[in-house]
Every structure is written in structure tokens, then in C-alpha cells.
């Protein structure tokens, strides 16, 4: 029976996730989106259902979010784990506070934490306020975030005015102490009449002692970082067995391409530096992909020129500036430009396939959710790490394997594309 169960709002944060558990101990499946039918998890200790409800109304999110609460209670899951982006991506709307009570009162818990902390990938969270490497959230390019712009640092403030509950704070100074004081804060917090708490996280070991401190808990929220403190939970109590992710992982046969939709500081870095050393890159036109057909047809037509004229893969683009992506959804609106760029990418990926690309590497979590829909990817294996947050994957069911490295756009250094390629060569 699972042990664990995941509710990511977006893909990318599924396969963050589903990639910590792994290095951890857990056999771990990724399932995208709820299953509409019977499904078998390969005796998976833990199950990440990717949804792709960050960015949708909070109303949706919610139905969408207890939908696959249902699934993932039909499947055994023990804990349930809510995971969103490690920069606390949402807005004054939502859709993080929404979802984290409407599981709440689902499961019947009072109290609940909420951490997105990952010093590994330059998250810390210290008296409440969200750090991206050393910077303030609302001083990192995560301020100009095309979808969800994060202007305020203080998470207790930003998670209360999404809430109805209230929002409190286990501060550093209890961290730090260990999991016992953690434990004795958060029920203090619960008598108090709390319902959420912010927990501040500044290195690994605080996530291993929060993790402890709330082994019993049947609900918990965070980025990916606090998954790693709840494995060696199941492990203690006798529920994990031994378990390597890379032992048969292998790569199919055919050849490779990247997609890239994220318009991050990271992935416009990773553009660049891919250009740099050779890869042959297109850029699309977001204005023209408005005016019809031409644009993507002009990108097929280029891949299809491509595949094969240098040892490394083609890489095509819808990444901007964020002037340029102010001024695209200025002239065609927030939800109907990131629509037009999604369905271009969808498009691209199914003609990739027909080509033969059994390979792909994509930036950005809303073009990764397009491009294993257009895929048709049911579910995936997690296999060897690329960077912190991002393994290379494989899909398990559907018509043919693929192998899928599905990258957040925000993770990755810049040499990240060049990296991921020459793995999948070994």
C-alpha cells in the first residue's frame, strides 16, 4: 500500500518532489493528473499525482485538489502531502491557501504547516520571510514572474491573506532545537487557535528534525525540500525497503530535442549558454503565433531540417524578456497568451515524436504539462539526477517510451541542457 501521497500543483514541482523522495528511499511514481480509471503504482511507497492548478482559479483548484485527495486515500496513502512551488508561487487569490484549508477540512486537521524551504536549490525561509539565494523573494527575478509575481517576502503575511484560518510562525530559534521543541510549537501554536504555520528552514537539517517533528501528521504542505525529512519516517517504523532508482534505468533509442517555454532569469541563462556551444536554436514569435498557423509550421519545418545535422539537439523557444512578455499579454490577455504559447509547444512535441524524438528536455512547468499531454504520458518512472529538482524520467504505459527531463524553470545551472544531454548518451 502507498505510504505517501503527493499533490503537486504543477509538473515540474510533481517530478522536484517525486526526485527527493526517490534520493531518499521511496520507490515513487508520478501520475499525471487523477487517473480516471484503475491504475497499477508498481508497489510504489509513494504516489505524486502532478495536476496543473497553479495558475487556475482557486475554485478549480480546490475541486481538483480533493479530487486527487480521493485517489491518493483509495490508494493507501498514510500522509498526505500538498507541494507547491519552493518560491511560494500564487497570489492574493490563491490558490495555495485555498487548497491547503479545503484538505484541511477534508482530512479533519486542525493544524497544518507550510514550508517551502530548499537550501539545496537556494530556498530559505528565516522569521517567516522566503530567501532565493541570499536575496529577498520580492528582490529576485521571481518579482517579475509573468504569472504569479512575488512581491512580498513574508510568507505568514502572504499565506493570511489567501486564508480564513490563522497564520502563525515556528520560528528558526525552535528549528533549531530539533524536532521535539518543533513539536511542542506547533501544538502550542494549535491551542492557540492557529490553523497554519509558516516554519522557517535555513539548512537540510532543519527539514530532517520538521520532518520528524511531524511524522504523525496527516497533512502536510511545502516545497520539495521538506520531503526529504519524511522517508526515514516509514523507514523507522519498519515500512521502507531498500530501493535504487538508477538500477535499470535506461534511455530509449531515437533522438533528442528541447522545448522551452519558461521565461525565468535560469532558463533565458540556459538558452543562451546552449547557443553558445552549438546547439541549433529557433526562437518563436509569440505575436505571430497569434496571427495563426505560420509560426509553428515554420518551427516544424525547421526541426524537421534539423534532427540530424549536428550531434546535438535542436532547441526551440517561446522564452522572453519580461518587458516582452509584459507586452504580449498586454495586447492579448494573461490567460489567452500563455494558451497560444502552451498549444504551439503541445503541437511542436507531437511532431517531435513523429519524427522520432524519443528524447526530450523542457523548460518551465506549464510547457511541461503541455508537452506530456500532447504526449500522452500516463505516468512516470523517476530516474538519475540532472540538478537539484530535476531528474531524467521515463514514461511507464502509453503507446512507446519516452524519456522526459522535465525542468522548473527557475532550477538548473546554465550549462544545464548541455548536462542533461550527455547523460542520456551514456
Known amino acids: 500500500m502507498t505510504l505517501l501521497g503527493c499533490i503537486a500543483d504543477d509538473l515540474t514541482g510533481a517530478t522536484d518532489i517525486a526526485l527527493n523522495l526517490v534520493r531518499n528511499g ?11 480509471s484503475q491504475v497499477d503504482l508498481d508497489g510504489a511507497d509513494a504516489v505524486v499525482v502532478a495536476l496543473k492548478s497553479r495558475t487556475i482559479p482557486a475554485r478549480a483548484a480546490v475541486e481538483q485538489s480533493l479530487n486527487a485527495l480521493d485517489f491518493l486515500l483509495s490508494a493507501g496513502a498514510e500522509q498526505i502531502f500538498f507541494k507547491y512551488c519552493s518560491t511560494f508561487d500564487s497570489t492574493d487569490q490563491g490558490n495555495i491557501g485555498p487548497v491547503l484549508e479545503a484538505l484541511q477540512h477534508k482530512l479533519a486537521c486542525d493544524v497544518t504547516i507550510a514550508c517551502p524551504a530548499f537550501p539545496e536549490a537556494g530556498r ?3 522569521q517567516g520571510h522566503l530567501f532565493v539565494n541570499g536575496r529577498l523573494l520580492s528582490e529576485s527575478s521571481l518579482r517579475d514572474h509573468p504569472l504569479t509575481p512575488m512581491r512580498d517576502p513574508d510568507l505568514v503575511k502572504v499565506l493570511q491573506r489567501q486564508s480564513g484560518g490563522q497564520v502563525g510562525l515556528v520560528p528558526w ?4 532545537t530539533g524536532h521535539a521543541a518543533i513539536a511542542q510549537k506547533i ?3 494549535r491551542t492557540e487557535g492557529k490553523t497554519l504555520l509558516i516554519v522557517d528552514a535555513i539548512v537540510d537539517d532543519d527539514l530532517r528534525a520538521i520532518g520528524q517533528a511531524v511524522a504523525s501528521h496527516k497533512l502536510l504542505s511545502g516545497g520539495s525540500g521538506l520531503a526529504i525529512g519524511l522517508p526515514e519516517n516509514f523507514r523507522r517504523a519498519g515500512k521502507l525497503h531498500p530501493y535504487d532508482p538508477v538500477a535499470g534505468f535506461d534511455y530509449p533509442s531515437g533522438a533528442g530535442a528541447i522545448l522551452a517555454g519558461s521565461c525565468s532569469a535560469a ?7 546552449a547557443i553558445t556551444v552549438g546547439f541549433p536554436a529557433l526562437q518563436l514569435d509569440p505575436f505571430k503565433l497569434a496571427k ?12 524537421s531540417e534539423r534532427l540530424d545535422e549536428t550531434g546535438l539537439p535542436p532547441l526551440v523557444y517561446s522564452t ?3 518587458d516582452e512578455v509584459r507586452d504580449f499579454q498586454v495586447e492579448y490577455g494573461r490567460d489567452r497568451a500563455g494558451k497560444l504559447v502552451e498549444e504551439a509547444h503541445k503541437t511542436l512535441a507531437r511532431h517531435l515524436f513523429g519524427l522520432g524524438v524519443r528524447r526530450f528536455m523542457v523548460a518551465g512547468g506549464e510547457t511541461s504539462g503541455a508537452v506530456v ?13 540532472i540538478a537539484p529538482g530535476v531528474p531524467w524520467t521515463r514514461s511507464i504505459g502509453g503507446d512507446e517510451t519516452v524519456a522526459l527531463a522535465l525542468k522548473s524553470g527557475n532550477f538548473g545551472d546554465a550549462d544545464f541542457f548541455s548536462k542533461a544531454w550527455g547523460m542520456s548518451q551514456q
Request: glycine share 8%; hydrophobic share 45%; charged share 25%.
Open 292 to 303: 495563426g498557423s505560420a509560426e509553428v509550421q515554420r518551427a516544424c519545418d525547421w526541426l
Open 267 to 273: 532558463t533565458r541563462e540556459q538558452i543562451k549558454n
Open 26 to 36: 521511496m520507490k515513487t511514481v508520478q501520475v499525471a493528473g487523477v487517473p480516471e
Open 173 to 176: 530559534e525552535v528549528v533549531r
Open 187 to 189: 501544538e502550542a501554536a
Open 373 to 385: 499531454e500532447a504526449l500522452g504520458v500516463p505516468m512516470l518512472e523517476i530516474g538519475p539526477e
Open 124 to 126: 530559505s525561509l528565516f
Open 320 to 322: 522572453a524578456s519580461p
